[in-house]
């Protein structure tokens, strides 16, 4: 039998602390597949487009020779049933996230034959979210120990463009 498990998230963009969760998944599943939410409640506040956001995927896994990158619509546990898959991985940075997580994990095995696994985020990522990392870079932090090289340069282009439609817009 193939164990295949999901990471799902909406990695906008993937961070360092993305890597490490999937990276240790990817040594307890067969198979691994990264599943980027494309529901559009949040769409507006996106940074990425799904597309970009599942190229930056692409690139960052490929040395994960298990693991794939796919973008799902509707409930994470239809996506699961569609493909097969019986266990969710998320990441638990801290004990804040716990209460949320778990309400989701209950909710999905109410919903489908799903497990949820937490892994506990290294030390060094605990703090780490695509939300602080994105806020952090748009006020000129350094997030290069937060992202791989890529996406940073991406991210740095992309805030540039924002930056620089917010002035033309003022004008
Ligand atoms: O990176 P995020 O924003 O924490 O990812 C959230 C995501 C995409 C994993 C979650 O919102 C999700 O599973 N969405 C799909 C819709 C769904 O199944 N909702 C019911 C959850 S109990």
């Known amino acids: 039998m193939v164990r295949k498990a999901v990471c799902p998230g909406s990695f906008d ?21 990264v599943a980027v939410g494309l529901n559009q409640s949040k769409a507006r506040a996106r940074l990425f487009t799904p597309e970009e956001r599942m190229e930056m995927l692409e690139k ?3 040395p994960y020779a298990n693991v794939t990158i796919a973008g799902f619509e509707g409930l994470l546990t239809s996506f699961c049933e569609q493909n097969g898959i019986r266990a969710i991985v998320k990441g638990l940075r801290a004990v804040s996230d716990f209460d949320y997580e ?21 030390p060094e990522n605990s703090f780490l979210a695509s939300s602080l990392v ?38």
């Open 102 to 122: 778990l309400q989701m994990a209950q909710m999905n095995s109410s919903l489908a034959e799903v497990e949820t696994v937490f892994i506990p985020t290294s």
């Open 60 to 62: 960052v896994c490929a």
């Open 134 to 171: 994105k806020e952090v870079a748009a006020f000129g932090g350094d997030v290069s120990g937060l992202v791989p090289p890529d996406v940073l340069t991406r991210l740095m282009q992309r805030l540039a463009e924002r930056a620089a439609e917010g002035e033309e817009r003022r004008s």
């Open 13 to 33: 963009p993937v961070t360092n602390g993305h890597i490490d969760i999937v990276s240790r998944a990817s040594q307890l599943f067969d198979e691994v597949v």
